[in-house]
């Protein structure tokens, strides 16, 4: 009896390491099964939704769920209307075996989906309109009539050229209106041989205009002009809209570096196929840039809100960034080694190449849409050395593959490259 004692004793002391593992592995498991498991299938959503799936049985049932062993996350950009299944749930792949291949057959009687849609109000990340929640109001401002600006601020200014080789112009705090205009052109006529920048603000009362500042000013270095136009009055209360006009000689053929820019301005526009510059930069917040014929070793354009459109003639880089808006440009590069950029966050890319140097790299990529890369003279010009699988993304070269090279990219919206 004693040597059976022990031998269990030994038993015991030997293997006693591994009976508290295994004692621990089952607890441990039993708090995932809790946690993680209904019926037997593993799923992903949290502990508060499966008590309410598992509570809530006196609601009205949903006829059929499927795959409940996805993720649930809410996405905004479905096109899907709110009461469709697939619009909350939306499916998402498990690489672990049994949640992709779990089946939650019993849970399709018994969930609400209605139920899980209230509990998800305040787990969305960025919900549809008629779940956030309510801002408080804004200051009320009565909106301007722009048909009472009758007092009128103007000011004109002349400098040389071959002086002063680069001009800023800053525009701050106007009202937007469709009044809001930059005219950038060439004069027709050898009257003069300085730039003229012609500025014509309106505004609805005589005491409004001694809060318009118009001005300019210089660098140390006598090569730089700055023409800075402000509303010191908030332009919200103040209605401000303005008119410049921005005239190069007709003999100037080069001219170093324009810069435009404005917070608000309904149409930056011209036409300079008769001069060229190194850099032509145009900042918009909140406007449409339309240009023609704009020749330069780098080009710049920007708007937050609105469209760019017009044809451009670059000799090194175009840089064209629209938040929200649109963009179509024809573009022309002038060298082998063009570097463009072309991209709208919200909203349609398109591009129109021609030329000589229109042979070179392309880069389509779009999230939401296929790209799409054509020739108007032969398709097969067109070289695509990206997965065939990858519909998002279209990379590879048009005619050769050069040095030069074009992006596009749009999150939601048209990606075209047109050759032709």
């Not at 309109?129 to 009758?150: G, V």
């Not at 190194?278 to 023609?292: K, M």
């Amino acid at each position: 009896m004693n040597k059976i004692l022990k031998g269990i004793v030994f038993i015991i002391k030997k293997y006693i390491v591994h009976v508290m593992a295994i004692i621990v592995i089952l607890n441990v498991y039993e708090l995932i099964k809790e946690e993680y498991m209904i019926n037997n299938d593993y799923i992903l959503f949290p502990r508060y939704i499966i008590s309410a799936l598992r509570s809530n049985k006196s609601h009205a049932m949903v006829d059929s769920i499927k795959h409940l062993s996805t993720v649930g996350i809410h996405y905004p950009f479905s096109d899907k209307g709110e009461d469709n299944e697939i619009y909350w749930l939306k499916e998402g792949e498990q690489m672990d075996y049994y949640r992709r291949n779990g089946k939650n057959e019993d849970l399709e009687h018994d969930a609400n989906l209605n139920y899980i849609k209230q509990l998800a109000r305040n787990h969305i990340a960025f919900p549809p309109a008629h779940l956030r929640l309510s801002m408080p109001l804004r200051r009320q401002i009565p909106p301007c009539d722009f048909t009472h600006l009758n007092y009128i601020k103007k000011k004109s200014f002349f400098y040389s050229y071959e002086e002063f080789k680069t001009t800023q112009i800053l525009l701050n705090n106007m009202a937007w209106s469709e009044r809001n205009t930059v005219n950038i052109l060439t004069s027709s006529t050898n009257n003069s041989s300085d730039i003229g920048i012609d500025v014509e603000v309106s505004v609805a009362s005589e005491d409004s205009v001694s809060h318009i500042f118009i001005d300019d000013t210089q660098d140390k270095s006598m090569t730089h002009k700055c023409i800075h136009i402000l509303n010191v009055r908030d332009s919200r209360d103040s209605c401000a809209v303005y008119t410049v006009n921005v005239t190069f000689p007709a003999q100037a053929t080069y001219y170093e570096g324009l810069m435009i820019q404005s917070r608000e301005a309904h149409t930056i526009k011209g036409d300079l196929k008769n001069i060229s510059f190194d850099r032509f930069e145009i900042e918009v917040g909140r406007g449409a840039i339309v240009l023609q014929n704009i020749n330069a070793n780098a080009i710049h354009l920007v708007t937050l809100n609105g469209i760019i459109s017009g044809s451009y003639h670059p000799k090194e880089s175009l840089d064209s960034m629209c938040l929200r808006g649109s963009t179509n440009i024809q573009l022309t590069p002038e060298t082998n080694h063009v570097k463009s950029s072309i991209s709208t966050l919200d909203g349609p890319t398109k591009v129109i190449v021609d030329g000589g140097f229109s042979k070179g790299q392309f880069i389509t990529h779009c999230i939401d849409c296929q790209p799409e890369v054509i020739s108007k003279v032969n398709q097969d010009d067109v070289h695509l050395v990206s997965p065939s699988d990858i519909k998002s993304t279209r990379v590879g070269y048009f005619k050769e593959d050069t040095s030069s090279h074009i992006y596009l990219y749009s999150k939601s919206g048209e990606v075209k490259i047109v050759y032709v």
